[in-house]
């Protein structure tokens, strides 16, 4: 009977350790780009992109970039 539950519990134990080697983050965007339209020279625009994290690892932003 040990037996059996000790393995029991080796099992989940695998079967969660699985589960968090497994987790990734997934970023979404609520949009991916936007189209200010025509822009003078040497004006000063704006805009947030709105994004979430549909994973289930923790998401890191290390870097960003504007183009």
Do not use: C, W, Y
Not at 11 to 29: K, N, T
Not at 48 to 57: A, E, K, V
């Amino acid at each position: 009977m040990k037996v059996r539950l000790i393995g029991a519990t080796v099992l989940m134990l695998l079967l969660a350790g699985a589960e968090v080697l497994h987790a990734q983050p997934l970023i979404s965007f609520e949009s991916e780009s936007v189209d200010f339209g025509d822009v003078r020279q040497g004006e000063v625009l704006e805009h947030d992109f709105l994004f979430r994290n549909d994973g289930t690892g923790t998401l890191v932003i290390e870097k960003l970039t504007a183009s």
